[in-house]
């Protein structure tokens, strides 16, 4: 009986099996936690990544960083990509989900077809996305040449006002489908009574949608939003592999910078301020913006 | 039964502690190996045998191809001349060359034998690394003489030498001689006939010159040879003295200048003006399909640039003259081997760079046919692509300077270059702002 009483006090209570936590604990403090602390303290620092003879700066790194607008123009680049694909990506996807959701014919393969290019890795579409905006011979190049326009002087990789949306668009163009897939199961979860009620009542379509169905998947949006938030705040590979952070500093956003700064210009310290900042900046909007969007969310 | 059943349970419980326990050990055992090192797949120092055979590690940057120098010639030619030493070689490309040998080299573990980049280009400078006490001093090898002065000074860090060249490379223009004959054009020897000769093909409805600036490190390709006509012959220590601050980027007369020259070529259209958006291998083609008559490139992509075509045709390369006709190449002694000072056999791996970089050893002529580098000296220095033999005369003439980013602090050409595609783009940047901006990157640079 005692003995019964014990073993099951182990199911109920397995205290020992706290052990079975601690090797991922283990990996999660040494590559994880540990080296996001170290990035506080190289911060202060002069390390260039190679000699550990470096000296203390204290505040120099943060002020340098502010004062020769690398920081200003890697946030506004950062914030202006992320709002670029927060918005199109978010409205596109939504639309297409709306048209998938309709039961028109061959949905699973547009659905597949609209999902494909999320497949793919970012090296492989960054790649072949310059050559699609290739100045004079690329495919845009090419389609507006068709159309009887001068697609010889299209540079859209080459120049400062349009680079940093067109690889904002081969972002969305890659992710709109991961977009897409979340809305339409979103959509799908909607109770069809509501919507019948609503025809019932004489909803027109618009109707429908801006007052039955946006509502209810307002948990969807905020996913989407959030995640496409994260991403756009993060972004780095299509400055790295298409343009390079160029011309000039038009593509330069805040990961890629960091990466500059930390492996080209070898100041691993100036970098870890860099990177201190933009935690508090990415940390600071995702706050704000959680807060903002769950006060929207419906809840039937 | 219950008796029976007690047993078992006891049974299995004994057995689910012993799997629990054995269990976290191996998991914990990852861990620790995770953090440690695994001597198969890098090397990590240096072991002895009891009969007296050593293992000597070898970390180097490339991509193992078919029959490989590094990786298989090497080691094989190695054991053949010293039977005692068996030479382990691990080739990662460049990246992540960088990156295990920052690792190695902070945990202590590092080869007997890495690579190293001449002065102070990139992570693996041959003065950084020297500077943090990690190599060992290689002047006493007799191998170094044979390299020449070019090379040793480029490895050279408080007067002694820490590194050796593997041959050289070089940067120049490659042209399209076909294109050059049927507009009756010459290889020009001053600047002005440069600019008539591109001024003859745009005439004549021709591209003069492909760049892909969107990749910008290839500006550097124009602007290092403008720089080596220009700037070192009136000041050899021009690049030392921007270290002690007796000169400056914005000095009158040597870096506005080189960057005037070279954005002449942009401001009349002898570079394509869509160069900003067309990558360095999109150039490449452009150039390869006979779309333009000229492209400023390196003797590393000669590869590339002799690949086939939409159109066929000879392919030439001259060093951009200078103004006053004394033309100077812009070519770099390469990277090379160089010895971790922590080496437990650091005899044994002198012997192995000397037999390798005598001139006439099987190694060093299996090296030179590996046809990688440019070798300049001893067997195999009279096979080189007849393509180079303008700038190897010049070389051994000493009419050569190195290329200016090996003099600087890493991150002063990003800037450089972030700075002058500001200006190509027409972003108002001046040249005034360009050499004030690389001044102050290399202030900043040297405080660290």
Known sequence: ?300 | MRKQTAVFEKEESKVKKFLASLLVMVLSLAVLTGCGDDPDSFGHGSEESEDGDITITMLFSGVATEDDFQTMILPKLIKEKFPNITLEVTELPDDQYYTALKTKLASGECPDIIMVQPKYAGTNSVISLAQAGYLLDLSDLACLDLAGDAAKQSFTYDGKVYGISQGAAMLGAFYNKDMFEANSLEVPTTWDEFLNCCETLQQAGIQPIVMGDKDAYVMQFGLYQIAANEIYPNNPTYDDELRTGETHFTDEGTWDKVLEMYYELYEKGYINTSSLGLGASQAMQMFVDSEAAMTFDGSFNLQGINAAGAVDFERGYFPIPAENGDTYAAMAPGGGPAVYSGTKHPEEAKAILDYWFDGESPVYEAYSKDGNAIVTYGVGSDKNDPIFDTFLDMYRDGKAWYWCNQAWPAGTETEMEALFGSMIGGQGTTIDDITSGMQRKLEELLEQ
Request: with cysteine.
């Open chain 1, 1 to 300: 009986m005692k003995n019964k009483n014990k073993k099951s006090g182990m199911l109920v209570m397995p205290n020992r099996m706290y052990i079975f936590a601690v090797p991922a604990l283990l990996l999660f403090s040494v590559f994880w936690i540990y080296p996001v602390l170290q990035l506080f303290y190289y911060s202060f620092t002069n390390f260039n990544g190679i000699n550990y003879n470096y000296d203390f700066v204290g505040f120099k790194n943060f002020a340098r960083i502010i004062s020769e607008g690398s920081l200003l123009n890697s946030i506004l680049n950062t914030l202006l990509y992320t709002l670029i694909i927060v918005v199109v990506s978010n409205v596109i996807g939504l639309a297409l989900a709306f048209m998938l959701n309709m039961g028109l014919k061959g949905t699973r393969f547009y659905r597949t077809a609209v999902y494909i290019p999320a497949l793919f890795s970012a090296i492989v579409v960054g790649f072949i996305w310059s050559y699609v905006y290739m100045p004079s011979s690329g495919m845009v190049a090419s389609i507006v040449d068709l159309f009887g326009g001068e697609g010889k002087w299209l540079n859209l990789l080459g120049n400062y006002q349009t680079a940093l949306v067109s690889i904002a668009a081969v972002d969305i163009w890659k992710n709109i489908g991961t977009t897409m897939i979340i809305y339409l199961a979103g959509l799908q979860t909607v109770n069809e009574s509501y919507v019948e009620a609503g025809m019932i009542d004489g909803c027109t379509d618009w109707q429908l949608i801006k007052y039955i169905k946006l509502p209810l998947i307002s948990t969807t949006i905020t996913i989407n939003v959030v995640l496409n938030v994260i991403a756009g705040l993060k972004a780095f590979d299509f400055s790295f592999i298409m343009t390079n952070g160029g011309p000039g500093r038009a593509t330069n956003t805040l990961m890629f910078s960091i990466f500059q700064m930390a492996f080209n210009d070898q100041m691993m310290g100036k970098a870890s301020a860099f990177s201190v900042v933009s935690f508090a900046v990415i940390v600071l909007i995702t706050i704000i913006m959680l807060i903002h969007m769950n006060r929207k969310e419906v809840e039937f």
